[in-house]
Nanobody
Framework: QVELVESGGGLVQAGGSLNLSCVDS????????MAWYRRAPGNRRELVAA???????VYADSVKGRFTISRDNTKNAVYLQMNSLKPEDTALYYC???????????????WGQGTQVTVSS
């Protein structure tokens, strides 16, 4: 049963922007922490950004100042606005539902299927 569904990926030139969306259909009245991860070919999956139920955020150093994570709890959705994209941002981007405590995001096994982002030089 798919509970996290990502969308918004695509092909963009370097310097361009994309806005990813993730809709969470698996919530049961709670407002969990959410995060975006990415995995480039040959690399490990890495945390891109996370947001707590209260709106606190953390970002990977490589995307600070370029990416913004946000959420709309009325829609059970989390977004990732990506600006000034670079070829090294090319990856499969995943949504995750997890936990947030003390400025640290703890992922769970609740993953979406991913959405591909490709940035050409």
């Amino acid at each position: 049963q798919v509970e996290l569904v990502e969308s918004g990926g695509g092909l963009v030139q370097a310097g361009g922007s994309l806005n990813l969306s993730c809709v969470d259909s698996g919530r049961t009245g709670s407002t969990p922490a959410m995060a975006w991860y990415r995995r480039a070919p040959g690399n490990r999956r890495e945390l891109v950004a996370a947001i707590s139920s209260g709106g606190s955020t953390v970002y990977a150093d490589s995307v600070k100042g370029r990416f913004t994570i946000s959420r709309d709890n009325t829609k059970n959705a989390v977004y990732l606005q990506m600006n000034s994209l670079k070829p090294e941002d090319t990856a499969l981007y995943y949504c995750n539902r997890g936990f947030y405590s003390g400025g640290v995001y703890y992922r769970t096994t609740n993953w979406g299927q991913g959405t591909q982002v490709t940035v050409s030089s």
